[in-house]
């Protein structure tokens, strides 16, 4: 009788301590979401933040964009476009697409796109900014003619994000603005691909 009461009390401490470890497991990932979460709220509002700027500054010279997220969704307008807020109940941790999408139909412009991404590679949690846009048409037999998106990446880095990732941030924004923006000015989109093309890898190519 004594053994059998030893063996439920072993089995018993067997299993609290499983159930503390357990516990303590769960604490910290929670803890390391909810701090993840505060940061990828912070980042995508500066991210949002900085397309929309863009989004109005094209819009002076009567080039438009549409924008994913959708400003209607994040910003509470008081005097459209440039006097905005944030939305209180807007869900900055849910964003994982930030996109601004070229509607002009002039030189095939139409779906060029800046954008930011998150994803996963080797099991690091990435950010990238990427500009796509379409290089041609290509017949598929079953499907017919599809146009062909290549994908270039203009920067990267790992989250959380570091000061001075920021700082490449908005040195590889500004100047791929400036040429795109440029681009416009003189009705001569090659300028943009040129330059995407010279300056950085293409890392995707994809029918649409």
């Known amino acids: 009788m004594a053994s059998k009461k030893k ?10 301590e499983l159930d503390e470890e357990l516990q303590k497991k769960t604490e910290e990932t929670y803890r390391n979401l909810g701090e993840r979460d505060s940061k990828l709220a912070e980042i995508n509002q500066q991210f949002i933040k900085d397309f929309w700027r ?6 002076k010279i009567n080039v438009h964009f549409s924008m994913k997220p ?19 109940n807007f869900d900055f941790t849910n964003v994982r697409t930030i996109r601004l999408m ?22 690091d949690f990435k950010v990238g900014m990427f500009f796509e846009f379409c290089e041609g048409e290509t017949y598929y037999k079953y499907s017919g003619w599809k146009r062909i998106y290549a994908r270039y990446s203009l920067w990267e880095a790992e989250f959380p994000l570091k000061g001075k990732d920021m700082d490449g941030f908005h040195n590889a924004l ?7 923006y440029e681009s416009h000015l003189k009705r001569d989109r090659n300028l ?3 330059y995407i093309k ?10 649409e």
């Open 7 to 16: 063996e439920k009390k072993e089995a018993a401490d067997w299993f609290d």
């Open 70 to 88: 959708e400003y209607s969704s994040f910003a509470k307008i008081k005097e459209f476009p440039e006097n905005w807020e944030f939305k209180e």
């Open 102 to 123: 070229d509607k002009t139909q002039d030189e095939n412009r139409a779906g060029d796109t800046l954008l930011i991404d998150y994803y996963t590679e080797e099991d």
């Open 54 to 59: 863009i989004w109005i500054r094209f819009e």
């Open 192 to 194: 943009i691909l040129d």
């Open 198 to 207: 010279d300056n950085y890898d293409k890392v995707e190519e994809y029918p």
């Open 174 to 180: 500004k100047d791929i603005v400036k040429i795109w």
